[in-house]
């Protein structure tokens, strides 16, 4: 019986692994784009001053999640604590976000956005944000 | 009295001439542009078909289309553009638009959509070119598993589209192709190649043994088609001895992980292929050359390829928005051209809609769509250097060129 359920589990590790390593299977799998980084992308965008009582509800989700990252969290928490600007020691916990991640990855970008918002999005970044939603 | 009376006649004449201008001739302004390039680009923000005219680069129109488009294609006499709608929504719809080209007066006019049609999971183009059978425009139903040949030579928003259907074997994802006499249709999960005879629509055969079959091209000398599969590419024959023949496997140079997605024609009869992903390698393969086998490129890490129409350079976007021209015969680098920001975080393509940039070229001037920054950019390849941009605003993506000099080529 013992055996039988280990070569079920194996077979079954086997199948994993070779769908995950088939690229052909990701090009038209729906790639569960990132939905907590759009999700914030989607609150920074029209972002004036502070976020709103909707606002910080959808921030507190994803602080909430269980599928979100320390980094997404730390992003999270930044934009709910904005007041016209990020508070000093969001900044500082945003940096550390900034620093250990590749200057081209969406968190970066995102975390750089609510690291420099001052009471409003300017056109770069409102097209950055756009672009984080538009392509997941 | 007598007086009154001719004050009305007189009253009457002065008023009445202006219910006529009403009604009058007006002078009609002609709408033809004398264009030499017209691209069409698909604007993923709202499901646009953004119309450039070149050598003004003005955006001279904007056709609206349902959003989420996937697929942009010009049929084969590039009479019509049909844009197909990816699956992130529920309702799978196809337009087919004018490309406002007026064969007669020789320049455009203003493109519009001339119908929409219900199409279950369309699919079929392949390089921006429509699919076809027998010489008409093709859809591929991936939900239906049908071949939906439109009937018409010429389309109308009011008459009756007569359609002939092949049925296939599975609803699956296709790579099609028209041979001699039969319809080539490689099925991406089930791992075959379904042989049908365009007459009478019935199976010849299924090439079997090509599992998540993704991509195919064609060497036109030979006639044969190659379909790519997971571990290697087959070579199908469609002329003579060779029809409907697995003539060879070629396997992938090494154990990547990745096979070819799509094919970009070189020069001579080479083929490059680039893989699923973004990975820094193009797999080559010269087909005068038997028995075939590949060769790598190694490149920046890309995100968009295509070569030029006379083969002659192969052109690859990294994803640092830098544009590397390579010889299209033997893949030597011959100069790297800055065209845009870097595309940031991921840019994976799903079934969804379009996303990704595109690139066209056209006689030594390459135009590409910088979907993250808005804009097309024009290149001068010989001299290396980026003409202009052109702003369109939204997320552009796929891109339909058409050049004068061909359409004309082409009605002659």
């Known amino acids: 019986m013992n055996k039988r359920i280990k070569i079920l589990f194996l077979g079954m590790m086997a199948v994993f692994v070779a769908t995950f390593f088939q690229s052909n299977i990701f090009a038209h799998a729906d790639h569960d784009k990132d939905a907590i980084i759009i999700k914030m992308a989607d609150v920074m965008i029209n972002l004036e001053h502070f976020p709103t009582a909707d606002e910080k509800k959808k921030l507190q989700s994803v602080l909430d999640s269980v599928s979100s990252t320390d980094q997404e969290k730390i992003i999270a928490n930044a934009i709910i604590h904005i007041q016209h600007g990020s508070t000093v020691e969001d900044k500082e916990k945003l940096q550390i976000v900034i620093d250990n991640t590749v200057a081209t990855s969406t968190v970066n970008t995102l975390a750089k956005i609510v690291q420099s918002f001052s009471h409003g999005i300017s056109k770069t970044d409102k097209r950055k944000l756009q672009t984080i939603k538009f392509k997941g | ?412």
């Open chain 2, 1 to 412: 009295m007598y007086i009154r009376i001719i004050s009305l006649i007189v009253l009457f004449i002065s008023y009445a001439p202006n219910h006529v201008l009403g009604h009058g001739a007006v002078q009609r302004a002609s709408e033809l542009q004398d264009s030499e390039i017209r691209l069409f680009v698909a604007d993923n923000m709202n499901g646009s078909v953004v119309v450039i005219d070149f050598p003004d680069g003005e955006v001279t129109h904007r056709v609206s289309t349902s959003p989420s488009i996937m697929i942009l294609a010009s049929n084969k006499d590039n009479k019509y553009i049909y844009a197909m709608r990816g699956r992130d929504t529920d309702e799978d719809l196809t337009s087919i638009l004018s490309t406002g080209f007026d064969m007669e007066e020789k320049q455009f006019r203003k493109p519009h959509v001339i119908r929409t049609i219900k199409t279950d999971t369309p699919g079929g183009p392949r390089d921006s070119k429509m699919a076809t059978v027998g010489g008409y425009d093709a859809i591929l139903t991936e939900g239906e598993a049908e071949v939906v040949v439109i009937m018409s030579d010429d389309i109308d928003g009011y008459s009756e589209l007569k359609t002939k259907r092949y049925k296939l074997a599975a609803p699956d994802h296709y790579h099609y192709l028209e041979g001699e006499t039969y319809l080539y249709i490689g099925h991406l999960i089930n791992g075959f190649v379904q042989v049908l005879d365009r007459s009478t629509g019935e199976e010849v055969k299924r090439i079997k043994g090509c599992p998540m079959l993704h991509g195919m091209t064609e060497d036109e000398e030979s006639g044969r088609l190659i379909f790519s599969c997971a571990r290697d590419v087959i070579v199908v024959g469609t002329l003579g001895a060779d029809k409907a023949k697995l003539i060879a496997r070629i396997p992938y140079p090494e154990n990547t992980g990745r096979g070819c997605a799509a094919f970009l024609k070189g020069e001579g009869r080479i083929q490059w292929c680039y893989t699923e992903g973004i990975i820094p390698r193009l797999y080559r393969v010269d087909l005068s050359q038997e028995p075939y086998q590949f060769t790598t490129l190694s490149v920046e890490s890309s995100i968009q390829q295509n070569s030029t129409d006379d083969g002659k350079y192969l052109m690859v976007l990294s994803k640092q928005g830098v544009l590397y021209l390579y010889h299209g015969r033997d893949g030597n680098l011959i100069k790297k051209i800055k065209v845009s920001e870097p595309f940031l975080g991921d840019w994976f393509e799903d079934v969804g809609k379009a996303i990704l940039p595109d690139i066209e070229s056209h006689n030594g001037i390459a135009y590409i769509s910088l979907t993250h920054e808005g804009r097309i950019a024009e290149i001068d390849l010989e001299q290396g250097k980026v003409k202009r941009y052109i702003d369109i605003g939204g997320f552009p993506t796929r891109i339909v060129l058409l050049a004068k000099e061909t359409l004309i080529e082409a009605s002659n």
